[in-house]
């Protein structure tokens, strides 16, 4: 008896189909209002907050991190679907393999003439030396705008030795090959910008040779060491690699319109680098506070309302992919709009929104009509908050990217990774020019300490807002959109572009 009493209960009303209660019906404009007033009050940062300190522990007993398919992303999956079913959702997990990597050594030393250790950082998919590395004499592919892309670049005879290569003018897949093809034994390629230099081959099957990524100021001053003679090193590279699974966590509300879905992700892995606290369980726990708050207001949406928690965003968008992959063609058509929150509280973020229309003319082209208007509602929003807003490039570098592959109307919000904070963008923002926005992005210290409170709750109205309207009225979608005049200040200016998951490729 007391168990299923404690079952009826754990059912909240709200979310079943019948009316919602009391009011007499009104128009969808009045509900959405309403709805999106109550969520945006009751959404809340410190709300948010406890489940990022879940993950923080999640991470601590779990080797540090909660990459996919380890044991820090399965038991963080387990929180959100157990919160989730508590409240009333239908929930379920979507399992997909993948290829799990591990960096199991690093290691660059010079043997002659001078000995020093160089910081290295492996390649995504490269291929491995043998535990204790392999010494090899450095070569230096001489610089051109392209360097180390074509065999010509080789002319000067490989054979056996280590190939130090400058960043640009094509992938590392392909510099790596070049260098293979070459008769070079391992590949180092040196950053052509600040900053260090962490990539990926792209895929399992690329890996010719072991593989790093160096600074430029470390991959100038070896080529200058070389110039004056021999320079010998030792290099070790070794990365494991086996095929895993993982799940995304999809819940959605028991009632409104199937046909009218109304759509918002974020992923939930991390690197194995840190505990991805701003990157992405910001994200994650601003979507689960809105969620458990949307339960809670005992509101039966029209709309149909999806929340996704993808897994292996960082392995190349992979859930995501997997989702929209399965998701048979007709019922694309279902989904109304999705909307992507990966990276809500840089801690010397900016507030970026998703440029849908390319009104800012940055990177790559519009969004799927309808996306111009996503981008209008949450610019408008932040408006009428007080809250200024910058443009980001719609790059598909994130969980939206599969989306907007097949159609549907996407956005979001990010308030930046690796990117260096303008001076102007901190006359707006404050914080520190000259610096990442994130400067801990993919790394140790990605902990509770990495966050900005004020943008998390910003992002989280943001989230709220959208929910509390769009699960009531979609009629803005096709509304036109004035055309926006982009002043300096809402420019593209960063954001999640190059350098984040899946990570560089060139
Ligand atoms: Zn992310």
Redesign the pocket.
Known sequence: MVVVAATALAAPLLLSPSPAHGHASRGPAEDAAELSRQLVDSASAEGAYRHLERFQAIAESSDGHRAAGTSGHDASAAHVHRLLRKAGYRVAYQAFDFTYTETLAEKLSVLSPTPREISIRAMTYTASTEEGGIEAALAAVPTDGTTGCEAADYAAGFTGTIALIERGGCSFAEKQAAAAAAGAVGAVIYNNVEGALAGTLGDAAAGKIPTGGLTRAEGEKLVADLSKGEVRVSLEIRESREERTTRNVVAETRGGNPARTVMLGA?LDSVTDGP?IN??AT?SAGLLDVALKLAESHRTPANKVRFAWWSA??NGLLGSEAYVAKLPEARRADIALYLNF??IASPNGVQFVFDGDDSDGAGAGPGPEGSAQLEHDINAFLDSKGKPHTGTDFSGR?DYGPFIEVGIPSGGT?TG?EGVKTADQAKTYGGTAGIAYDPCYHAACDDLGNIDMRHFDTNIDVIAHAVGTYAHDLSSLTRPVPATSADDESRSGGG?RKG??PGATE
């Open positions: 992923h991805g990157d992405n994200g965003e960082e990966d990276m994130s990010d990774a999640l984040h998951a």
